[in-house]
């Protein structure tokens, strides 16, 4: 059942998306209030959902970049508002801050890493992303960029010594803070 719901999750947010933004001029700008907007309805008439944590975050972004991808826009324009608009939708609906942005921002790389986009482009903006997100609802956004850089970091790793570097640099050269972060994490030993 649970699969059934986050399937029709992420189906109805693609299909909102691909509504919602069909010529747009700014897709950017227009994502967050759309995506926000959309993970707020759902969710209200899913409850059960929110004890779902980071599955819904990360299933509203797969379904925002799907429904971006079916009108042939660029992800890296659309990245940093579906990140703001899903994350303070699942605050606004009740996912705990960090869920809401380890989903966004996780599913973020993820998404884009089977459509062949520049991972290093998108973390950044997932991670910029976020931050506003939870500015924006009024959380806190120290932990906010703590959260979201170990996220992109963690996925990115994934994918690859060489993509985990390069998302490394991009974050600290474009990501107040990130430096600092990924200096206190140590490499874990073998």
Known sequence: ?????????????????????????????????VVKDLT???????????KEGIKVPASIVKGAIDGLADLGVSVVKGAKGIVNGAVQGAMESGIKQEEAVEGAVSETLNSVAEVGVETAEIAVEAVKGAVEGVKQVGGDTVEATKQSVLAAVKVSQTMGAEVADSVKESLKKSVEGAEDILNEVKPQKA
Do not use: F, H, R
């Open 40 to 50: 707020v309805t759902t969710l209200k008439g899913t409850g059960g959902l929110v």
């Open 1 to 33: 059942m649970k699969l059934t719901l986050i399937t029709k999750l992420v189906n109805g947010i693609k299909g909102g998306v691909k509504g919602s933004l069909e010529g747009a001029a700014d897709v950017g700008s227009s994502a967050v209030n």
